[in-house]
């Protein structure tokens, strides 16, 4: 029997509807998770989680074939990608360090670059529930590039640093981050 979402369930009710017909691999988790929050109106993510329409319909397909599940996001969020000049470098950054062999690698990729256009923390713009859950989801499926976050730098932040060294660019005001002002804004509590 397929599973209907009404406007006024809450995540946790939607979130368990998602996930009560299946065994749950780590990636459908976390999926589920940011699912759970886009239906209740939650994130930053926009239609269809910031896919493409096809592949939208194929994450469902896959991971949730007995649900119904809408494509407008219930947010009524709308991202501009036009503005965002850097979302191939995003992708190609994921893809260069994501595990082969991975059905998902490419729909977890492009959730997490639409996410990359909210302005709050990128957990809870994606509807993670914790930083640790986007932690976890990160070093599960890109762990040489998790890794490479040892100092445990604000994931948004991290991700764009990246960019800017593959690129020689170095906009940082200071030659190291332990001497640098803007410590707080790259580092600090992200909860
Ligand atoms: S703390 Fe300063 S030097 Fe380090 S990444 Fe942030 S802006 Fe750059």
Redo the contacts with the bound molecule.
């Keep these: 029997m397929s599973a209907a979402f009404q406007l006024q369930d809450n995540r946790e009710q939607i979130y368990s509807r998602l996930t009560s017909e299946s065994m749950i691999t780590a990636n459908h988790e976390w999926l589920a998770c940011m699912l759970a929050s886009w239906c209740a109106g939650q994130g930053v993510l926009p239609d269809c989680l910031g896919l493409e329409t096809g592949q939208f319909n194929a994450l469902k397909e896959h991971f949730f074939p007995g649900c119904r599940l809408p494509e407008q996001a219930a947010s009524g969020n709308k991202l501009d990608f036009n503005r965002m000049l850097e979302r191939d470098d995003l992708v190609n950054l994921l893809k260069q360090f994501s595990k082969p062999g991975i059905l998902e690698t490419d729909w977890i990729i492009g959730v997490i670059v639409a996410g990359c256009l909210g302005s709050d923390h990128l957990w809870q713009d994606l509807g993670l529930w914790s930083r640790s859950q986007l932690s976890a989801m990160l070093q599960y499926n890109f762990p040489e590039l998790a890794a490479k976050n040892d100092k445990d730098m604000k994931w948004k932040?991290f991700l764009y640093?990246q960019l800017c060294e593959a690129e020689g660019l170095y906009l940082?005001?200071?030659p190291?981050?332990s001497v640098?002002i803007?410590?707080p804004?790259?580092?600090g509590s992200e909860e």
Excluded: G, Q, V
Aim: hydrophobic share 10%; glycine share 0%; with cysteine.
């Design positions: 932040k640093k940082c005001r200071a190291s981050c640098c803007d410590y804004k790259c580092y």
